[in-house]
């Protein structure tokens, strides 16, 4: 498995204007802080922010284990939703990383946010982000539940 993580701080890397400021997919567990940091502008009135968790059920079966993987082009996916949610909405910055590897009940899996001029556009625009990374980018979760039964859930 090929595990990116880029922060587009770099000179070069980023257009000055670009407000994509940080994505990445990684084994490493996220921060809220960092992400939260990456969207802060001072011409933003709003920003949302949406942390996405291992919860220790689901079907109302308990969740033993649960693990990540994604395909190669998952980071070029997850600019592409980025690009389009920023072409969409009035976005001053926006972040988002998820997590890939073994995950325990309670690990942060996935951390997007959204700087927008006003409140209703950043929640607009973060719900878009996280709803779009979880349909369209190749990322998929594998659960294991406490009877012994597994199952694979796609993220598109």
């Known amino acids: 498995m090929s595990v990116m993580a880029h922060t587009y701080d770099h000179p070069g890397e980023l257009a000055a204007d670009d407000p994509i ?9 996220l921060s ?6 990456a969207v802060g502008d001072d011409a933003a009135g709003g920003t949302a922010l949406f942390v996405g968790t291992v919860r220790d059920h689901d079907g109302g079966v308990d969740v033993a284990r649960l693990g990540y993987s994604s395909h190669p082009t998952a980071e070029a996916e997850l600019r592409r939703v980025a690009e389009k949610v920023a072409a969409d909405f009035p976005v001053r910055a926006l972040a988002a990383v998820h997590r890939v590897g073994d995950l325990a009940v309670g690990d942060l899996a996935v951390v997007v946010a959204v700087s927008c001029p ?9 719900r878009r982000l996280i ?5 369209e980018v190749p990322i998929w979760k594998h659960q294991t539940f406490s009877d012994g039964s597994e199952e694979w859930v796609g993220a598109c």
Do not use: S, T, Y
């Open 131 to 135: 709803d779009d990374l979880k349909h």
């Open 118 to 126: 006003h409140r209703a556009e950043a929640f607009d625009a973060c």
């Open 32 to 37: 809220v802080d960092e992400v939260f940091a």
């Open 21 to 29: 400021r940080l994505l990445g997919i990684r084994e490493a567990p």
